[in-house]
């Protein structure tokens, strides 16, 4: 959600809060139990140990901020890379079970963030309903973050993917009418 040249400008020694915050985010993390759980659930799901992130979310909920919907977003992407088995186990944690509701709450906090629509439309993509992930692609290809999109890496592969279904399939997108019925 950065704008691309932000790392790049805080690496060069620029004066800026938000440069302030990501060369602190170790000493934040260590006060703040939240932010901790957090980082703890994102590089869970990045390490492909989305069952981690469990005891994350445990952790976090115990925080004054652990109802927050970035946290929600962030641990709806381990329930749903880790399957039926963990959210079995984050039932059992009395954690939330349903990535769509957390990616939907998370939507409706912070609806300028790219990646919590393609997310969302990837939850859809994932059971075939294509139309209604492209639909929610295309509102976050259309939000008013021209820096989050150029350099977005997942925002660049469905956009990509998009372009190639347009192409390919020139009709993919019209809404067809319902087939003949056989009786006649």
Not at 30 to 50: F, G
Not at 58 to 66: E, I, L, Q, S
Not at 99 to 121: I, S
Request: aromatic share 8%; proline share 9%; hydrophobic share 40%.
């Amino acid at each position: 959600m950065f704008p691309v040249q932000l790392p790049q400008s805080c690496q060069s020694g620029a004066k800026s809060a938000i440069c302030d915050n990501l060369r602190n985010l170790a000493a934040t993390a260590a006060k703040d139990a939240t932010v901790q759980a957090l980082l703890d659930i994102t590089k869970a799901e990045q390490m492909r140990r989305p069952a981690d992130a469990i005891a994350a979310m445990v952790a976090a909920r115990a925080t004054p901020h652990g109802d927050n919907p970035v946290l929600g977003a962030s641990f709806a992407l381990a329930l749903q890379s880790g399957g039926a088995e963990m959210r079995t186990q984050a039932e059992a944690a009395r954690v939330p079970i349903d990535p769509k509701a957390l990616q939907v709450r998370a939507l409706q906090a912070y609806p300028y963030n790219p990646a919590y629509w393609t997310d969302l439309g990837d939850h859809f993509a994932r059971s075939y309903d294509v139309m209604t992930a492209y639909a929610l692609y295309d509102v976050a290809f259309s939000l008013p973050m021209p820096d989050a999109q150029r350099g977005n890496p997942a925002l660049s592969g469905r956009r990509g993917r998009a372009e190639r279904l347009r192409r390919d399939f020139p009709a993919f997108f019209l809404d067809s009418p319902p087939y003949p019925s056989l009786k006649q």
